[in-house]
């Protein structure tokens, strides 16, 4: 098979992954500090903290090959650190990779990225904490992770406080993609792939994909194998969710005190198999990010999204009947008679 028929078949979202920052969306002020390193050529061990498919990865490879340049297959390892966790992984693999010789430019240094760097044992952990200063003067370390406070801050050994993996590392902040970032990417990639969409329909992938760049790239593609189609109903349909204009249509029965129709509708959710966390998570989006009717002010829509809240934590404990969906219509349409 050819590189380019290979291309043809590969996902979209590594087809049009960014190959340099340049290329990056969204978090302009750490791509800023990103592409100065580059120019610079001094790497420092950094930690990349945020959401799932914000960049971060991305971010480390497109710095290598600007570093690097031809040697970034040579010089460049990288481990799913959910899967390859342990501490066997670094005093073997890490270790073995930071003795290994490459010849690269002067002031240029081998990378090792760490993806889900959150999910490593604390003894594997402290293992390259030491590893790090071992080989400082060839090798950086980037470690990218959705939970910074995973990654430990301090170690106690022996009543003694020693240094923590933070300290050693430049901390990156990434946030979730904004709905403008995510549609400039969107519509460059259909209009590359000659999608039939409509407005709609890419109104619905940002909806189904919260700041996600991967989830939005892959439900797009996802639609266009199943449907061709992108439009807003089968966007929903791939990605399985509640209808976000049923949910309105539930909030409008709510406003007016109409209990037993809005029952109808959220029990017709649960009917469907959606589970009470999927129907919650989705009317809560729709109350933030959907504008809703006039009589939805400001002051209301606020009592929505914490009665919401208070029915979200009741069903992650555990309470996930049609009860607790019924008693969130009460209590939504009693918000609504009393503000």
Not at 139 to 163: D, H, P, V, Y
Not at 236 to 248: A, F, R, S
């Amino acid at each position: 098979m050819s590189k380019a028929q290979k291309n043809e078949l590969a996902p979209w979202v590594e087809k049009y992954r960014p190959q340099i920052l340049a290329d990056i969306v969204g978090n302009e002020n750490i791509v800023e500090r990103l592409k100065v390193i580059a120019k610079e050529g001094n790497v420092p061990n950094i930690i990349l903290s945020g959401p799932p498919g914000c960049g971060k990865t991305t971010s480390v490879w497109a710095l290598a090959r600007e570093l690097l340049g031809d040697k970034v297959k040579d010089a460049v390892l990288e481990l799913n650190a959910s899967d390859e966790r342990g501490i066997d992984v670094v005093r073997n693999r890490i270790k073995t990779f930071a003795q290994t010789r490459v010849t690269l430019p002067e002031g240029r240094h081998k990378i090792i990225i760490l993806d889900e760097a959150d999910s490593m044992t604390e003894g594997a952990q402290q293992a390259l904490r030491r590893t790090m200063e071992m080989y400082s003067k060839t090798t950086r370390f980037a470690l990218a992770c959705n939970q910074s406070e995973k990654i430990i801050a301090e170690i106690t050994e022996n009543g003694l406080k020693l240094e923590p993996i933070q300290s050693r590392c430049a901390l990156l902040r990434y946030t979730k993609l904004t709905a403008a970032e995510l549609m400039s990417r969107v519509v460059e990639v259909a209009k590359a792939e000659d999608v039939n969409h409509d407005d709609g329909g890419l109104e619905a992938i940002l909806f189904t994909a919260q700041g996600d760049m991967r989830q939005a790239l892959n439900n797009l593609q996802a639609t266009v194998n199943a449907y061709e189609q992108v439009n807003k109903e089968n966007v929903l349909k791939v990605c399985d969710e509640p209808h976000p204009d049923l949910m309105i249509k539930m909030l409008a029965y709510c406003v007016d005190g109409k209990f037993f129709e809005a029952s109808k509708i959220i029990h017709e959710f649960h009917r469907l198999g959606f589970s009470s966390d999927d129907i919650v998570s989705t009317l809560f989006r729709v109350v933030k990010t959907v504008e809703l009717s006039k009589r939805v002010n400001e002051q209301l829509r606020q009592e929505f999204i914490r009665e919401i809240a208070m029915c979200h934590m009741r069903i992650i404990q555990g309470l996930s009947s049609k009860l607790q969906l019924s008693r969130l219509v009460a209590d939504l349409c009693r918000v609504s008679a009393s503000v």
